[in-house]
C-alpha cells in the first residue's frame, strides 16, 4: 500500500526513534503538493529512511502516527489494535455482570492517536479528533464489529463538537451500524442514563469510576455537595455509601435532570437527594458554612489550550479557596483539574494557595488520576489529564 510522501528536516526525527506519536509542521521539509486533509501519509527522513504512516491534518501537529513501520492502515490494523485494546480491558476486569461501561480507545493510550472509544452496554461511541479518524470512520466501526466476543450491538459516532473546525468536515452525529435500544449502563453496579445524542464528551465521565468508588468510601454518615454534577455520578456513589444528605449543583438544568433521573434509577423516591441548576461559585457564595463535610469539586476544564493556563489557575485558586472557607471542620474535600494543559504541579499549587489563604490545617490524603482504561502511553506523557487530590481539612 503506497501513501502519499512527508519528508523531514535533518535532526527531526529524533522524536520517532523515540515512538513519539505527534509529528509538527515545523518538522518537515517536504510533502506531496496533493496532500489534503486526513490524508494517510508515509514519512521520510532526509536521507530516505522510512519512519512510519500516520494520518496528516493541517495544523501544529501535522501526523498522528500509527505505525512506526510499513504496516498498512487497513481494517485489518484497526481489529488487532481495538482487539489489544479490548484485551487490556479484560485484564483489568472492567467487562462484568456488575459493569457494562469503559473506555475501549483513549487515543494515544491506546495507539490510535486521535480516536476515543467508548462502550456503554453493547454501544460504542466513537469521538474523533483527526480528520483522519473522521474519514476512517465506517472501517473502524467495521472493525468494532469484529471484536472478539460479540460485544457490541450498536455504534454511534459523535465528533460534531471534536474535530478541527478549520477542517470543514461537516460532521454528522449518527448511527453507523444499529440504532438506538437502551440508554441505561452500569458501572460498580450502580445504573445510569448515558445521553450520547446530545450530552458532553460521549455522554458520561467514565473516567471518574475509579475515584467515585473511593468517594463511595467516604461518604457514610457525612453530608455531600457535589458541585459540577452533570450526570450525578458522584452523587449516587455517595448515597450507596451511606451519606445522610447528598445536593448535587450543576448550570445546566438538562444535567439537573439526567441527575435526578439517575438518583431515581438506583434510589427510587430517597429523600437525601435534592440537586440544584445554579452557578458554582454563586452556590458556594451563598451556602451556609459547615452545611457540608465531603464535597467535591469536579469542573470542567479551565484551560483548554496553554494561553489560558494562566486564568485556570486562577480559577482553580478562587473555587478551592470557597469550598475551603466553607467547608466543615473534619470534612473532606475531592477536587479536580481535568485541563491538560495544566501540570500536576501548578494544580498542586493552587490547591495549596487556597487552603494558605483560609488558614486551614489540610492534609492530602489521595493523590488521584485518570484510571487504567485510560492509558497513558509511556512515550507519549502529554496523555496525562485527570489530577485530583483528596484533602483532610481541619
Known sequence: MTYKKITLHRGKESSLERFHPWVFSGAIA?????????????????????????????????????????????????VQRLTNALNVRKALGLLRDDNNSFRLVHGEGDF?????????DGTAVIQAHSPGMHFARHTIAEALMQMPGNLLRNVYYKSETTLPYKAQLDPENQYLIGQYDTDVAVENGLKFHVDWLKGQKTGFFVDQRENR???????????????????GGFSFYAMRGGATLVHSVDSSAKAIKLTRDNVELNFPGDSRHDAFAEDAFKFLDNMERDAYDLIILDPPAFAKHKSAVKNALIGYRKLNAKAFEKIQSGGILFTFSCSQAVSKEQFRLAVFSAAAQSRRRVRILHQLTQPADHPINIYHPEGEYLKGLV????
Do not use: W
Open 30 to 78: 517536504q510533502f506531496d503538493n496533493s496532500i489534503e486533509e486526513g490524508d494517510l501519509v508515509s514519512v521520510y527522513t532526509h536521507d530516505a529512511k522510512l519512519m512510519g504512516n500516520g494520518h496528516f491534518q493541517i495544523g501544529s501537529i501535522a501526523v498522528r502516527m500509527l505505525t512506526f513501520d510499513d504496516t498498512p492502515i487497513d481494517t485489518a490494523f484497526f
Open 112 to 120: 490510535l492517536p486521535g480516536l476515543v472509544i467508548d462502550i456503554y
Open 213 to 231: 468508588r473511593l468517594l463511595e468510601q467516604f461518604s457514610h454518615g457525612r453530608r455531600v455537595l457535589n458541585m459540577f454534577c452533570y450526570t
Open 391 to 394: 484533602l483532610y481539612v481541619e
